[in-house]
Nanobody, 120 residues
């Protein structure tokens, strides 16, 4: 199994910045993508940003130009740099890891979530 551990959430004022980090343990798996999802109260979990093993990224329209995802493949760590935060960014942010292992196929692993609260 791959363990996924997030850190870096907190309370910030609108217009402020915050950086989340997520570390994944390989445990024999080959990590294909790592990314961030978020879930606000009463809403479905949604993709925020994703980076694959080749470094290609994908962002939700709502965060383009404000959030940056980048990875340190040597450490199996992914970061989400968030700037110009808005109250609507308030949510629990979850790290997601998609990995492959012979005999197991593709598997998806999730972190426990970290709260990001943006005050107006």
């Amino acid at each position: 199994q791959v363990q996924v551990v997030e850190s870096g959430g907190g309370l910030v004022q609108a217009g402020g910045s915050l950086t989340l980090s997520c570390a994944a343990s390989e445990s024999g798996f080959s990590i294909k993508t790592m990314g961030w999802y978020r879930q606000a109260p009463g809403k479905q979990r949604e993709l925020v940003a994703l980076v694959n093993e080749g470094g290609s990224t994908n962002y939700a329209d709502s965060v383009k130009g404000r959030f940056t995802i980048f990875s340190d493949n040597a450490k199996n760590t992914v970061y989400l740099q968030m700037k110009n935060l808005k109250p609507e960014d308030t949510a629990v942010y979850y790290c997601n890891c998609n990995a492959w292992r012979s005999g197991w196929g593709n598997r998806e692993f999730w972190g426990q979530g970290t709260q990001v609260t943006v005050s107006s």
